[in-house]
């Protein structure tokens, strides 16, 4: 898993930043990259972290995030062979 194969801080600073977006509607935490895709986005000692997901939904309502695969970027635009 993604998180798994991370040195502990990074882990510790991707999951604080998922949780911090739970409660609050900050764009540089999750941002939609594509009509149906989002993505958790984390800086960390200028590494840049992305975790793709998607909104599952239930009788047309969002009902909870679904993370997919993660990333550590490396260049400006993410690739689109990664979303």
Known sequence: MFLDEQEPKAREKIIYNIR???VTAD???F???TPEIWEFRTLYNRTH???FA???KRNGE???VVVSH???KK???TPNDAI
Do not use: H, P, S
Request: charged share 35%; aromatic share 12%.
């Open 31 to 33: 941002k939609k990259t």
């Open 75 to 77: 260049t400006n635009k």
């Open 27 to 29: 764009g540089e935490l």
């Open 20 to 22: 911090k977006a739970q």
């Open 70 to 72: 993660g990333i550590i």
């Open 49 to 51: 972290y992305r975790l």
């Open 62 to 64: 969002k009902v909870m």
């Open 54 to 56: 998607f909104w599952d």
